[in-house]
């Protein structure tokens, strides 16, 4: 798999289409999507197993139960995992999502995010993550969206910041990864400071 070469894709439905920027688009997975997905992952592995939580037990990282479950989240109202997309070919880049969306008076959620190896180095996940606060604050009406990334993970807290997260806090053994409890920064940003950025510069397109 390139990240230079298009490949010909008949395009998805509209409805499955979320957020769509210059470069990239943000959809719902579909059945079909398993073998490049898994593909992808596998192709990713060595560097996407260190940032990655234990999976519950009998469940594997990314397997076809991985590829299930992210079927599945559709038709959860408290998850929104959507596929990381190229608009010129439609081809696969990574995964974008939003987690554990709690309402009443919380209103909050936790974000998420990989990018395939291939596709690294290109600004597409900068886009991706632009469109995926985009649908956070407005489609779904959030107040606010958290990150929490490991200390050693810099890449990862340079994209937070480059987006609009801030730091609120440091949490000790917050999350097994690896089968180790890992410590994590937690980064947040509210609607009102999305709204300012947003002003700064142009919204992303539907």
Known sequence: MNPTTPRAKAP???DEIVRSGERVFLRFARRRDAAELMALRKRSLKRLRAWDPKPAK???LW???WVNRLLASRRDAAYCKLLICRREDECILGGASINSIIRGPFHSAFAGWWLGDPFEGHGYMTEALRLLLAHAF????LHRVEANIRPEN???I???KRVGFRLEGYSPRYL???GAWADHERYAIVVEEWKAAARKGARPRR
Do not use: K, N, Y
Request: proline content about 9%; aromatic content about 0%; cysteine-free.
């Open 63 to 65: 397997g076809e139960d």
């Open 138 to 141: 407005t489609a779904l009406r």
């Open 12 to 14: 998805p439905p509209r």
């Open 154 to 156: 810099s890449r990862s």
């Open 58 to 60: 009998g469940m594997t």
């Open 158 to 160: 340079r994209l937070a």
């Open 176 to 178: 097994q990864i690896a």
